[in-house]
């Protein structure tokens, strides 16, 4: 989209209210909005250039739908992306624990970056599988040591 940005900003402003407040002209917004959404728009130097408060600017932008929806990237600019998508598969716990030989016990240790050691000896394959399920679903920060 080719814009003259100094056009649109003196259609943009049509007129002052005594309050000091703007009275904007809504097919000029409409057009600055579209402008705003374009990709490697700043909206907030932008906002700054045409003396608008960004945070007005945001409300124009939900105002119309938008959503900060930005236009599609070009395919050309996403096969330069250094991203990569990685496909997640998840399997289902009960079918892990169904594979394991229910008459061996085993052992476990290991020691985390946070000095806690974690050592299971003499456990069943299937109690085995439920500690670790619930050590996955625990919270826990890096820095905390025990």
Excluded at 47 to 64: K, S, T, Y
Aim: net charge positive; hydrophobic share 45%; glycine share 6%.
């Amino acid at each position: 989209m080719s814009v003259d940005l100094e056009a649109l900003k003196q259609r943009l402003v049509l007129r002052h209210k005594p309050g000091g407040r703007c009275v904007y002209d809504k097919a000029a917004k409409a057009e600055f909005v579209q402008v705003c959404l374009q990709p490697g728009v700043s909206v907030a130097r932008l906002a700054r250039e045409f003396g608008i408060n960004a945070n007005q600017v945001a409300r124009w932008i939900r105002d119309h739908g938008q959503l900060r929806k930005r236009a599609p990237v070009e395919p050309s600019a996403a096969a330069h992306s250094p991203f990569v998508a990685v496909p997640v598969v998840r399997v289902a716990a009960e079918r892990v624990v169904h594979d394991f030989d229910e008459r061996r016990d085993v052992s476990l240790q290991a020691k985390l970056p946070n000095g806690v050691a974690v050592e299971l000896r003499g456990v069943g394959q299937r109690q085995l599988a439920d500690v670790l399920q619930m050590l996955g679903r625990l919270t826990c920060s890096v820095s905390t040591n025990i």
